[in-house]
Structure formats: C-alpha cells, structure tokens
C-alpha cells in the first residue's frame, strides 16, 4: 500500500464523519479517493473536480504570499456549509488532500449548533505521520 492510500485509510478510520478523502494533482485531477459506502455524494463528482481545480490554484497564491506574509505557510482551509465542511491541505508540493465532512448540527446544545468541529491537529499529525515514511 503506498503512502496516499495509507492516508486516506487512517482518515477513514480517523473519524466516522469523513465521508470522502480525495488525494489529487495540482491540475484538480482524481488520483486517489476513499468514501464511506453508507454515504451518498451530494456533490456532483464533475462539480468536486471543479472545487479541486480551484482550491488548487488557491493554495499556490496562499503559498506565494505566505513569503511576504507575517503569519506564516498556510496550513489548510476549510469552507463549511449548513451539511457538509470541506477541507483541503497541502500533502506535499504536488498533491492535496481534500476531505467532506458531515456538519449536522450537534444535539443537547442550549443556543445554536454550527456543526461538528474538525480536528485538525489529529488530521495533521496523520498525514505527517505517514509522510515521515516515504
């Protein structure tokens, strides 16, 4: 099993609100994906191509402005909708990793509930984990 397909299984394993982790080029193309056979797409997969290409040529201008910028390298961005976040991260120079995961509203909250929090410390670790073997 290579390095990618390591990472998308322990995320898979990770937390039971990722429905899909997609590993693609800097073009936005598909190369490797993991989704949760309970789960249906709500996105059409033309559409997630479309989000990847685009979220690609983000990171590129966050990088390049990271240089200049006092805050540092980027890290990952997130985009949350009322059911689903969308994360996305650099994994190395060439590849990103683009996870959906579920945002139903938390129960036994006293005001409003704005979804489950991602967390994105453990995610990191993962993916530096299996980073530091290849």
Request: charged share 30%; aromatic share 8%.
């Amino acid at each position: 099993m290579g390095r990618y397909e390591k990472v998308l299984n322990m995320l898979m394993d990770f937390d039971e609100n990722i429905r899909l982790a997609v590993i693609s080029n800097t073009s936005g193309d598909i190369l490797w994906s993991s989704k949760r056979t309970s789960e249906k797409l709500q996105v059409p997969l033309a559409e997630t191509k479309r989000a990847l290409k685009r979220e690609s040529d983000d990171w590129i201008d966050r990088c390049k402005t990271a240089d200049r910028n006092p805050l540092g390298q980027p890290l990952y961005h997130i985009t949350s909708f009322e059911k689903t976040k969308r994360v996305t991260l650099p994994i190395d120079a060439f590849h990103m990793l683009f996870m959906s995961i579920d945002n139903t509203p938390m129960k036994n909250t006293k005001k409003h509930s704005y979804g489950k929090l991602v967390e994105m410390g453990k995610i990191l670790s993962i993916v530096d984990f299996v980073n530091t073997f290849e």
